[in-house]
Protein backbone atom coordinates (compact mmCIF):
# COMPACT_ATOMS: atom_id res chain seq x y z
CA UNK A 1 0.00 0.00 0.00
CA UNK A 2 1.28 3.58 -0.67
CA UNK A 3 2.37 6.13 2.18
CA UNK A 4 -1.04 7.60 2.08
CA UNK A 5 -2.14 4.91 4.17
CA UNK A 6 0.48 3.21 5.65
CA UNK A 7 1.49 7.04 7.48
CA UNK A 8 -1.29 6.89 9.91
CA UNK A 9 -2.69 4.05 12.32
CA UNK A 10 -4.80 1.90 10.34
CA UNK A 11 -8.25 0.78 12.06
CA UNK A 12 -9.35 -2.44 10.16
CA UNK A 13 -8.09 -1.21 7.13
CA UNK A 14 -8.61 2.52 7.21
CA UNK A 15 -7.34 5.65 8.77
CA UNK A 16 -9.34 7.42 11.50
CA UNK A 17 -10.18 10.29 9.27
CA UNK A 18 -11.18 8.12 6.68
CA UNK A 19 -13.75 6.16 9.09
CA UNK A 20 -14.38 9.87 10.38
CA UNK A 21 -14.99 11.23 6.56
CA UNK A 22 -17.51 8.16 6.15
CA UNK A 23 -19.67 8.53 9.21
CA UNK A 24 -20.24 12.22 8.43
CA UNK A 25 -21.14 11.85 5.27
CA UNK A 26 -23.47 9.12 5.89
CA UNK A 27 -24.92 11.69 9.18
CA UNK A 28 -25.29 14.35 6.16
CA UNK A 29 -27.46 11.93 4.19
CA UNK A 30 -29.85 10.74 6.86
CA UNK A 31 -30.61 14.87 7.64
CA UNK A 32 -31.24 15.50 3.92
CA UNK A 33 -33.70 12.62 4.07
CA UNK A 34 -34.60 13.43 7.12
CA UNK A 35 -33.89 10.09 9.08
CA UNK A 36 -33.36 9.43 12.48
CA UNK A 37 -31.45 6.01 12.23
CA UNK A 38 -30.28 4.08 9.65
CA UNK A 39 -30.19 -0.13 10.40
CA UNK A 40 -27.39 -1.15 8.23
CA UNK A 41 -27.62 -5.21 7.03
CA UNK A 42 -25.13 -7.73 5.22
CA UNK A 43 -24.49 -10.82 4.48
CA UNK A 44 -22.21 -12.98 2.79
CA UNK A 45 -24.86 -13.68 -0.40
CA UNK A 46 -24.32 -12.93 -3.74
CA UNK A 47 -19.88 -13.72 -3.72
CA UNK A 48 -20.21 -11.23 -0.78
CA UNK A 49 -21.62 -8.38 -2.61
CA UNK A 50 -24.26 -7.76 0.00
CA UNK A 51 -22.05 -7.64 3.05
CA UNK A 52 -20.86 -4.10 1.55
CA UNK A 53 -22.58 -1.66 2.91
CA UNK A 54 -22.31 -3.06 6.07
CA UNK A 55 -18.14 -3.11 5.87
CA UNK A 56 -18.56 0.39 4.17
CA UNK A 57 -20.19 1.69 7.80
CA UNK A 58 -18.37 -0.73 10.37
CA UNK A 59 -15.58 -2.70 8.61
CA UNK A 60 -14.28 -5.54 6.67
CA UNK A 61 -14.36 -7.84 9.49
CA UNK A 62 -17.92 -7.72 10.53
CA UNK A 63 -19.53 -10.06 8.53
CA UNK A 64 -19.49 -13.64 8.83
CA UNK A 65 -20.19 -16.12 6.44
CA UNK A 66 -23.57 -17.31 6.45
CA UNK A 67 -24.62 -15.20 8.87
CA UNK A 68 -26.28 -12.00 9.01
CA UNK A 69 -24.80 -8.81 10.92
CA UNK A 70 -26.57 -5.77 11.46
CA UNK A 71 -25.40 -2.28 12.45
CA UNK A 72 -27.57 0.51 13.98
CA UNK A 73 -26.44 3.75 13.04
CA UNK A 74 -27.95 6.70 14.41
CA UNK A 75 -27.88 10.61 13.73
CA UNK A 76 -26.10 11.42 17.19
CA UNK A 77 -24.22 8.81 18.92
CA UNK A 78 -21.91 6.17 17.81
CA UNK A 79 -23.28 3.41 15.97
CA UNK A 80 -23.42 -0.09 17.16
CA UNK A 81 -22.63 -3.19 15.36
CA UNK A 82 -25.33 -6.31 15.82
CA UNK A 83 -22.47 -9.76 15.73
CA UNK A 84 -23.42 -13.32 16.21
CA UNK A 85 -20.52 -14.19 18.91
CA UNK A 86 -22.16 -14.94 22.39
CA UNK A 87 -20.05 -14.37 25.38
CA UNK A 88 -21.21 -15.61 29.10
CA UNK A 89 -22.44 -11.68 29.60
CA UNK A 90 -24.74 -12.05 27.05
CA UNK A 91 -23.36 -9.04 24.86
CA UNK A 92 -20.44 -8.90 22.21
CA UNK A 93 -17.75 -7.27 22.45
CA UNK A 94 -16.27 -5.55 19.46
CA UNK A 95 -12.87 -4.92 19.50
CA UNK A 96 -10.62 -1.68 18.21
CA UNK A 97 -9.49 -4.25 15.83
CA UNK A 98 -12.26 -5.64 14.30
CA UNK A 99 -14.72 -2.09 13.89
CA UNK A 100 -15.09 1.36 14.26
CA UNK A 101 -15.98 2.03 17.08
CA UNK A 102 -15.64 -0.02 20.19
CA UNK A 103 -19.14 -1.07 21.48
CA UNK A 104 -21.35 -3.57 23.61
CA UNK A 105 -24.01 -4.88 21.71
CA UNK A 106 -27.13 -6.53 23.05
CA UNK A 107 -28.44 -9.49 20.68
CA UNK A 108 -28.85 -12.64 22.76
CA UNK A 109 -32.47 -12.52 24.98
CA UNK A 110 -33.55 -14.70 27.18
CA UNK A 111 -35.40 -18.20 26.36
CA UNK A 112 -37.51 -19.70 28.49
CA UNK A 113 -35.41 -22.81 29.74
CA UNK A 114 -32.60 -22.13 32.65
CA UNK A 115 -29.97 -20.25 30.97
CA UNK A 116 -30.77 -20.38 27.77
CA UNK A 117 -30.15 -17.06 25.58
CA UNK A 118 -31.53 -17.31 22.02
CA UNK A 119 -29.68 -15.02 18.99
CA UNK A 120 -32.17 -12.50 18.24
CA UNK A 121 -31.22 -9.76 15.93
CA UNK A 122 -34.69 -8.03 15.56
CA UNK A 123 -35.08 -7.73 19.67
CA UNK A 124 -31.27 -6.66 19.16
CA UNK A 125 -32.04 -3.83 16.99
CA UNK A 126 -35.48 -2.67 18.75
CA UNK A 127 -33.10 -2.39 22.23
CA UNK A 128 -30.49 -0.30 20.46
CA UNK A 129 -33.45 2.05 19.11
CA UNK A 130 -35.25 2.41 22.33
CA UNK A 131 -31.90 3.06 23.96
CA UNK A 132 -31.71 5.34 21.53
CA UNK A 133 -35.22 7.59 22.32
CA UNK A 134 -36.00 7.52 18.10
CA UNK A 135 -38.73 4.46 18.93
CA UNK A 136 -40.91 6.96 17.43
CA UNK A 137 -38.30 8.43 14.66
CA UNK A 138 -37.77 7.12 10.80
CA UNK A 139 -35.74 4.39 10.72
CA UNK A 140 -34.12 3.99 6.90
CA UNK A 141 -32.98 0.14 6.26
CA UNK A 142 -30.15 0.05 3.76
CA UNK A 143 -31.45 -1.86 1.85
CA UNK A 144 -34.81 -3.90 1.76
CA UNK A 145 -32.90 -5.80 -0.74
CA UNK A 146 -30.62 -7.87 2.05
CA UNK A 147 -32.99 -7.53 5.33
CA UNK A 148 -34.31 -11.04 6.25
CA UNK A 149 -38.56 -10.27 5.81
CA UNK A 150 -38.91 -12.00 9.39
CA UNK A 151 -36.38 -9.66 11.13
CA UNK A 152 -38.03 -6.74 9.47
CA UNK A 153 -41.42 -7.72 10.22
CA UNK A 154 -40.38 -7.97 14.14
CA UNK A 155 -38.78 -5.10 14.05
CA UNK A 156 -41.84 -3.39 12.58
CA UNK A 157 -44.02 -5.33 15.11
CA UNK A 158 -42.17 -4.12 18.04
CA UNK A 159 -41.56 -0.41 16.85
CA UNK A 160 -44.85 0.73 15.97
CA UNK A 161 -44.88 3.94 16.29
CA UNK A 162 -41.57 4.32 14.17
CA UNK A 163 -41.65 5.03 10.41
CA UNK A 164 -39.73 2.59 8.37
CA UNK A 165 -38.40 3.86 4.83
CA UNK A 166 -36.23 2.08 2.02
CA UNK A 167 -32.66 3.71 2.32
CA UNK A 168 -30.19 1.85 0.30
CA UNK A 169 -29.92 4.84 -1.99
CA UNK A 170 -28.38 6.78 1.05
CA UNK A 171 -25.03 4.41 0.94
CA UNK A 172 -25.16 4.03 -2.33
CA UNK A 173 -24.99 7.88 -3.21
CA UNK A 174 -21.81 8.13 -0.66
CA UNK A 175 -20.23 5.62 -1.92
CA UNK A 176 -20.05 6.37 -5.23
CA UNK A 177 -17.30 8.74 -5.38
CA UNK A 178 -14.32 7.12 -4.07
CA UNK A 179 -12.02 8.66 -1.56
CA UNK A 180 -8.13 8.33 -1.85
CA UNK A 181 -7.77 5.24 0.85
CA UNK A 182 -10.74 3.73 -0.43
CA UNK A 183 -9.20 4.16 -4.59
CA UNK A 184 -6.17 2.34 -3.31
CA UNK A 185 -7.50 -0.69 -2.53
CA UNK A 186 -9.29 -0.46 -5.81
CA UNK A 187 -5.60 -0.64 -7.36
CA UNK A 188 -4.71 -2.99 -5.13
CA UNK A 189 -7.64 -5.43 -6.20
CA UNK A 190 -6.94 -4.76 -9.37
CA UNK A 191 -3.26 -6.11 -9.23
CA UNK A 192 -4.41 -8.95 -7.59
CA UNK A 193 -7.01 -9.69 -10.08
CA UNK A 194 -3.50 -9.45 -12.89
CA UNK A 195 -2.07 -12.04 -10.33
CA UNK A 196 -4.90 -14.38 -11.00
CA UNK A 197 -4.56 -13.62 -14.51
CA UNK A 198 -1.22 -15.06 -14.70
CA UNK A 199 -2.06 -17.95 -12.85
CA UNK A 200 -4.71 -19.07 -15.01
CA UNK A 201 -2.33 -19.04 -18.01
CA UNK A 202 0.75 -20.90 -16.14
CA UNK A 203 -2.05 -23.61 -15.17
CA UNK A 204 -3.57 -23.37 -18.56
CA UNK A 205 0.11 -23.93 -20.68
CA UNK A 206 0.17 -27.10 -18.84
CA UNK A 207 -0.51 -30.47 -19.47
CA UNK A 208 -3.76 -31.96 -18.76
CA UNK A 209 -4.83 -29.01 -17.66
CA UNK A 210 -8.91 -28.56 -16.39
CA UNK A 211 -11.44 -25.44 -16.31
CA UNK A 212 -11.63 -26.25 -13.00
CA UNK A 213 -7.81 -26.23 -12.58
CA UNK A 214 -7.65 -22.99 -13.94
CA UNK A 215 -10.24 -21.35 -12.27
CA UNK A 216 -8.79 -22.60 -8.99
CA UNK A 217 -4.96 -21.54 -10.10
CA UNK A 218 -6.84 -18.23 -10.20
CA UNK A 219 -8.26 -17.82 -7.17
CA UNK A 220 -5.06 -18.67 -5.39
CA UNK A 221 -3.11 -16.67 -7.55
CA UNK A 222 -5.37 -13.79 -5.94
CA UNK A 223 -5.44 -15.03 -2.80
CA UNK A 224 -1.62 -15.33 -2.70
CA UNK A 225 -1.55 -11.36 -3.80
CA UNK A 226 -3.32 -10.72 -0.46
CA UNK A 227 -6.93 -10.20 -1.94
CA UNK A 228 -8.82 -10.79 1.35
CA UNK A 229 -11.95 -11.88 -0.31
CA UNK A 230 -12.70 -13.24 -4.19
CA UNK A 231 -16.14 -12.35 -5.01
CA UNK A 232 -15.90 -15.13 -8.07
CA UNK A 233 -14.33 -16.40 -10.88
CA UNK A 234 -16.03 -16.93 -13.22
CA UNK A 235 -14.03 -19.25 -15.96
CA UNK A 236 -15.31 -20.92 -19.21
CA UNK A 237 -13.54 -23.02 -22.03
CA UNK A 238 -14.93 -24.04 -25.31
CA UNK A 239 -13.81 -23.78 -28.37
CA UNK A 240 -15.51 -20.99 -30.63
CA UNK A 241 -17.99 -23.12 -32.73
CA UNK A 242 -19.15 -24.27 -29.28
CA UNK A 243 -19.35 -20.82 -27.73
CA UNK A 244 -21.14 -19.25 -31.23
CA UNK A 245 -23.66 -21.78 -31.47
CA UNK A 246 -24.25 -23.27 -28.01
CA UNK A 247 -27.02 -22.17 -25.43
CA UNK A 248 -25.35 -24.05 -22.68
CA UNK A 249 -21.76 -24.40 -22.19
CA UNK A 250 -20.49 -27.19 -19.98
CA UNK A 251 -19.51 -26.03 -16.32
CA UNK A 252 -17.97 -29.69 -15.33
CA UNK A 253 -14.64 -29.05 -13.97
CA UNK A 254 -12.80 -31.87 -15.19
CA UNK A 255 -13.45 -30.26 -18.51
CA UNK A 256 -9.59 -30.99 -20.40
CA UNK A 257 -8.25 -27.84 -21.70
CA UNK A 258 -7.61 -28.56 -25.68
CA UNK A 259 -5.93 -26.91 -28.30
CA UNK A 260 -8.16 -24.54 -30.34
CA UNK A 261 -10.38 -23.52 -26.62
CA UNK A 262 -10.89 -19.90 -25.55
CA UNK A 263 -10.81 -19.29 -21.66
CA UNK A 264 -13.20 -16.65 -21.02
CA UNK A 265 -13.08 -15.16 -17.72
CA UNK A 266 -14.43 -12.54 -14.93
CA UNK A 267 -12.47 -12.26 -11.73
CA UNK A 268 -13.32 -10.38 -8.87
CA UNK A 269 -10.81 -10.01 -5.79
CA UNK A 270 -11.73 -7.64 -2.72
CA UNK A 271 -10.15 -5.69 -0.50
CA UNK A 272 -11.84 -4.22 2.61
CA UNK A 273 -15.15 -3.80 0.47
CA UNK A 274 -13.22 -2.42 -2.63
CA UNK A 275 -13.45 -4.76 -5.60
CA UNK A 276 -11.83 -4.57 -9.58
CA UNK A 277 -13.05 -6.57 -11.99
CA UNK A 278 -11.05 -7.88 -14.55
CA UNK A 279 -11.81 -9.99 -17.99
CA UNK A 280 -8.69 -11.48 -20.05
CA UNK A 281 -9.36 -13.35 -22.65
CA UNK A 282 -7.22 -16.74 -23.36
CA UNK A 283 -6.38 -18.83 -26.43
CA UNK A 284 -5.05 -22.01 -26.38
CA UNK A 285 -2.63 -23.35 -29.26
CA UNK A 286 -4.09 -20.49 -31.63
CA UNK A 287 -2.61 -17.18 -32.56
CA UNK A 288 -5.14 -14.63 -33.74
CA UNK A 289 -4.66 -14.34 -37.05
CA UNK A 290 -4.97 -17.88 -37.23
CA UNK A 291 -8.58 -17.52 -35.69
CA UNK A 292 -12.03 -17.89 -37.39
CA UNK A 293 -12.82 -14.40 -39.36
CA UNK A 294 -16.15 -14.14 -36.83
CA UNK A 295 -13.68 -14.76 -33.54
CA UNK A 296 -11.48 -11.91 -35.39
CA UNK A 297 -14.10 -9.51 -36.02
CA UNK A 298 -15.88 -10.27 -32.50
CA UNK A 299 -12.75 -9.53 -30.49
CA UNK A 300 -11.92 -6.14 -33.08
CA UNK A 301 -15.51 -5.48 -31.94
CA UNK A 302 -14.99 -5.36 -28.33
CA UNK A 303 -11.43 -3.85 -28.54
CA UNK A 304 -13.41 -0.98 -30.42
CA UNK A 305 -15.80 -0.65 -28.14
CA UNK A 306 -13.85 -0.92 -24.85
CA UNK A 307 -11.50 1.57 -26.69
CA UNK A 308 -14.02 3.78 -27.35
CA UNK A 309 -15.26 3.65 -23.68
CA UNK A 310 -11.87 4.36 -22.43
CA UNK A 311 -11.64 7.51 -24.34
CA UNK A 312 -15.39 8.73 -23.27
CA UNK A 313 -14.99 8.84 -19.35
CA UNK A 314 -14.71 11.73 -18.64
CA UNK A 315 -16.52 14.11 -15.80
CA UNK A 316 -19.55 15.69 -17.18
CA UNK A 317 -20.89 12.74 -19.06
CA UNK A 318 -23.51 10.63 -18.33
CA UNK A 319 -23.32 6.46 -18.32
CA UNK A 320 -26.56 6.83 -21.44
CA UNK A 321 -24.22 8.84 -23.70
CA UNK A 322 -21.65 6.43 -23.19
CA UNK A 323 -24.56 3.25 -23.87
CA UNK A 324 -25.77 4.97 -26.90
CA UNK A 325 -22.84 5.96 -28.29
CA UNK A 326 -21.07 2.03 -27.77
CA UNK A 327 -24.24 0.51 -29.00
CA UNK A 328 -24.13 2.57 -32.45
CA UNK A 329 -20.16 1.04 -33.01
CA UNK A 330 -22.12 -2.44 -32.22
CA UNK A 331 -24.65 -1.77 -35.05
CA UNK A 332 -22.03 -0.58 -37.21
CA UNK A 333 -20.47 -4.18 -37.21
CA UNK A 334 -24.16 -6.19 -37.54
CA UNK A 335 -24.85 -6.54 -33.72
CA UNK A 336 -28.30 -5.23 -33.01
CA UNK A 337 -28.94 -7.48 -29.92
CA UNK A 338 -28.21 -6.34 -26.40
CA UNK A 339 -25.71 -3.98 -25.59
CA UNK A 340 -23.86 -2.26 -22.85
CA UNK A 341 -20.52 -1.53 -21.73
CA UNK A 342 -20.38 -0.22 -17.72
CA UNK A 343 -21.07 -1.43 -14.74
CA UNK A 344 -20.37 0.14 -11.39
CA UNK A 345 -17.15 -1.41 -9.68
CA UNK A 346 -19.31 -2.94 -6.74
CA UNK A 347 -20.77 -6.15 -7.72
CA UNK A 348 -24.43 -5.09 -5.06
CA UNK A 349 -24.85 -2.50 -7.53
CA UNK A 350 -24.42 -4.17 -10.99
CA UNK A 351 -28.07 -3.71 -12.25
CA UNK A 352 -28.19 -0.37 -11.29
CA UNK A 353 -27.22 1.14 -14.62
CA UNK A 354 -27.60 4.89 -13.22
CA UNK A 355 -27.67 5.92 -17.15
CA UNK A 356 -28.27 9.41 -15.87
CA UNK A 357 -26.28 9.58 -13.34
CA UNK A 358 -22.93 12.66 -14.41
CA UNK A 359 -19.67 11.09 -14.08
CA UNK A 360 -17.48 12.72 -11.41
CA UNK A 361 -13.82 12.10 -10.70
CA UNK A 362 -13.66 9.83 -7.95
CA UNK A 363 -16.49 7.16 -9.57
CA UNK A 364 -15.38 3.67 -10.47
CA UNK A 365 -16.73 1.54 -13.29
CA UNK A 366 -15.48 -1.58 -14.64
CA UNK A 367 -15.18 -1.18 -18.58
CA UNK A 368 -16.32 -4.73 -20.00
CA UNK A 369 -18.37 -4.69 -23.30
CA UNK A 370 -21.47 -7.22 -23.23
CA UNK A 371 -23.07 -8.11 -26.76
CA UNK A 372 -25.72 -10.53 -27.64
CA UNK A 373 -27.22 -11.33 -31.01
CA UNK A 374 -30.63 -10.98 -31.56
CA UNK A 375 -33.29 -13.29 -30.59
CA UNK A 376 -33.24 -15.76 -32.35
CA UNK A 377 -29.88 -15.51 -34.01
CA UNK A 378 -26.68 -17.52 -33.02
CA UNK A 379 -23.15 -15.84 -32.06
CA UNK A 380 -21.65 -14.96 -28.96
CA UNK A 381 -23.40 -14.00 -25.81
CA UNK A 382 -21.35 -11.49 -23.29
CA UNK A 383 -17.95 -10.58 -21.90
CA UNK A 384 -14.79 -10.93 -23.37
CA UNK A 385 -12.61 -8.54 -22.01
CA UNK A 386 -12.34 -5.27 -19.65
CA UNK A 387 -11.18 -4.27 -16.16
CA UNK A 388 -11.97 -1.59 -13.70
CA UNK A 389 -10.79 2.29 -14.00
CA UNK A 390 -11.26 4.98 -11.72
CA UNK A 391 -12.63 8.59 -12.80
CA UNK A 392 -10.10 11.62 -12.83
CA UNK A 393 -10.51 15.29 -13.92
CA UNK A 394 -9.00 14.26 -17.21
CA UNK A 395 -8.46 10.73 -18.50
CA UNK A 396 -9.38 7.58 -16.83
CA UNK A 397 -7.24 5.58 -14.60
CA UNK A 398 -7.25 1.91 -16.34
CA UNK A 399 -6.17 0.18 -12.53
CA UNK A 400 -4.81 -2.59 -14.39
CA UNK A 401 -1.27 -3.39 -15.25
CA UNK A 402 -2.30 -6.32 -18.27
CA UNK A 403 -3.36 -5.20 -21.52
CA UNK A 404 -7.09 -6.73 -21.93
CA UNK A 405 -6.07 -7.91 -25.60
CA UNK A 406 -5.95 -11.80 -26.14
CA UNK A 407 -3.15 -13.61 -24.53
CA UNK A 408 -1.86 -16.95 -26.29
CA UNK A 409 -0.88 -19.86 -24.68
Known sequence: MSTLIDQEKVINGFTRAEWDRRHRKIREMLQLRNIDCLVVVGCSAKNWAYATNQMYVMGEGTTGLG?????????????????????GTGKIWVGPNLTIPTVLDPIFKKGKGEGQRIKDYAWGIVQIVKERGLEKGAIGIADMRVMPAEVYLEVVRELPQAMFVPAGDVLLEIRRIKSPEEQEYIRKAALAADKGAEAMIEEASRPGATMGGIQMACRVGMLKAGAQRVDFVSVRVASWEEMINSSYLSRDPSRNVM???????????????????????????????????????????????????????RPGKTVLDIEREAAKIAASHGMTGKVWTLQTSEMVEDHYKLNYTEIKPGMAYVNHPSVSPASGEKGHRGIIMGNTLIITEGEPEVTSRRSVGITVV
Open 67 to 87: DYTYAVFPMEGEPVQLQGVPT
Open 259 to 313: KGDLILNEINPMFNGLEAQACYPISVGTAEKDMPDSLKKTLKLHKEMYEFVRGEL
